[in-house]
Nanobody, 123 residues
Framework: QVHLVESGGGLVQPGGSLRLSCTAS????????LGWYRQAPGNEREWVAD???????AYAHSVAGRFLISRDNTQNIMYLQMNNLKLEDTAVYYC?????????????????WGQGTQVTVSS
């Protein structure tokens, strides 16, 4: 079982940047696929980006070119660098893990959902 804690959210103006962190516990961190998700008020949670154990990344169309997902297996941390933020990026951001990227896509997660971190983009 992997335990994940998100941090780094905050209030930012449109066009600004934030970097989110997802700190994980669990000895197999480096072998697991990791993903970022977000949930805006009134909406269902949606997939944002993921990164495989080998470092292969994928992004939702809405964030491609603006967000960058990365991981540091030595520190058991995953990051989401968010640039050129838009009003519609406002949401609670969550991370989760699975044995494979396919597991992330199918919702077969290795951890329970955490509290998330609030990102608010507002002028």
């Amino acid at each position: 079982q992997v335990h994940l804690v998100e941090s780094g959210g905050g209030l930012v103006q449109p066009g600004g940047s934030l970097r989110l962190s997802c700190t994980a516990s669990g000895s197999t961190f480096g072998l697991r696929a990791l993903g970022w998700y977000r949930q805006a008020p009134g909406n269902e949670r949606e997939w944002v980006a993921d990164i495989s154990g080998g470092g292969i990344t994928a992004y939702a169309h809405s964030v491609a070119g603006r967000f960058l997902i990365s991981r540091d297996n030595t520190q058991n941390i995953m990051y989401l660098q968010m640039n050129n933020l838009k009003l519609e990026d406002t949401a609670v951001y969550y991370c989760n893990a699975a044995s494979t990227v396919e597991g992330l896509q199918l919702g077969v997660f290795s951890a329970s959902w955490g509290q998330g971190t609030q990102v608010t983009v507002s002028s």
